[in-house]
């Protein structure tokens, strides 16, 4: 016998351990039309009832899920559009302060340039500086008209 005519009638035999039985059990199973209406097999009806909850239950996760993505993408878009309105009026605040801080140090040189110049300008006027402690008494002081 050639190596080829053994291999050909070995393979059709069980393998050890094994019976022609334990094979069948493990076969192509086959699709069979199952014909009948609501009379005739309880069976068939019950399954497509099932079949039909499970499709309508796939079709409301489906629109939930949707409508939850499309809720996710309005509330992002709002969120980043809330965002650039606060960035640019932080923006436009900082170069307001930015204006103003510049204002006061320019009025801030232009008073420390007026007291500077005024000794010299008082001098021009005739005023003389103060030589010593200045004090009033007003103990005999009598107002001009009281009753009059």
Avoid: C, W
């Avoid at 059990?25 to 699709?31: S, V």
């Avoid at 103003?100 to 021009?124: F, I, M, T, Y």
């Amino acid at each position: 016998m050639s190596a080829s005519t053994a291999r050909s009638v070995r393979s059709h035999v069980a393998p050890a351990g094994r019976d022609d039985e334990s094979r069948t059990a493990y076969a192509r199973p086959r699709l069979q039309v199952v014909a009948g209406g609501k009379g005739k097999q309880e069976s068939g009806n019950a399954a497509s009832e099932i079949f039909g909850r499970i499709k309508t239950v796939s079709v409301v996760h489906v629109i939930i899920s949707v409508v939850f993505l499309f809720a996710a993408l309005l509330g992002s878009l709002a969120l980043r559009t809330q965002m650039v309105q606060d960035s640019f009026e932080a923006a436009q605040v900082q170069s307001n302060i930015s204006k103003l801080n510049q204002d006061v140090e320019d009025d801030q040189a232009q008073l420390d340039g007026l007291q500077a110049s005024l000794p010299d300008r008082a001098q021009k006027m005739g005023m003389v500086p103060q030589s010593g402690p200045l004090s009033i008494d007003l103990q005999g002081y009598q107002p001009k008209d009281k009753g009059q």
